[in-house]
């Protein structure tokens, strides 16, 4: 099966910058990808999340 950028018929690059805009950003972290998936299972009101993050950084 073809990834998604070839379907699309757009090259790939080894990206020796680091993050960059113009590079697509990053690579994400199994962690991070696992989390976001969980996240997109539901629906939440967005300044709630935002007031629980606030005061989990705090």
């Known amino acids: 099966m073809a990834g998604v950028y070839e379907r ?3 090259r790939t ?3 020796a910058v680091g993050p960059a805009t113009r ?3 990053t690579t994400l972290d199994p962690e ?3 989390a ?3 996240a997109a299972s539901a629906c ?3 300044d ?3 007031e629980r993050a606030g ?3 705090a």
């Open 8 to 10: 699309l018929g757009v």
């Open 13 to 15: 690059v080894v990206n």
């Open 23 to 25: 590079l697509g950003g």
């Open 32 to 34: 991070v990808l696992q």
């Open 36 to 38: 976001m998936a969980e």
């Open 44 to 46: 939440v009101k967005i």
């Open 48 to 50: 709630e999340l935002q």
């Open 55 to 57: 005061q989990i950084i």
